[in-house]
């Protein structure tokens, strides 16, 4: 991985993003189906707010 320079005035702050209880059950099912298979298990997509959804 390269040096990332932070412009001046600007910081870059990188935090975990907090899990759900749905979303960490998802990924512990999603690791044994692959465990168990060695193939990936589909998800599907969350839905995508609009712009004036996210307002």
């Known amino acids: 991985m390269g040096y990332i320079k932070e412009p001046k005035g ?4 990188v935090d975990p993003i907090p899990l759900t209880e749905k979303d960490k059950v998802m990924i512990s ?3 044994a189906h692959y465990k168990a ?3 990936k298990k589909r998800i599907p997509p969350k839905k995508q707010l609009t712009k004036k ?3």
Do not use: A, L, N, Y
């Open 37 to 39: 298979t060695g193939r």
């Open 29 to 31: 099912k999603v690791i």
């Open 10 to 13: 600007i910081d870059f702050v």
């Open 53 to 55: 959804q996210k307002i």
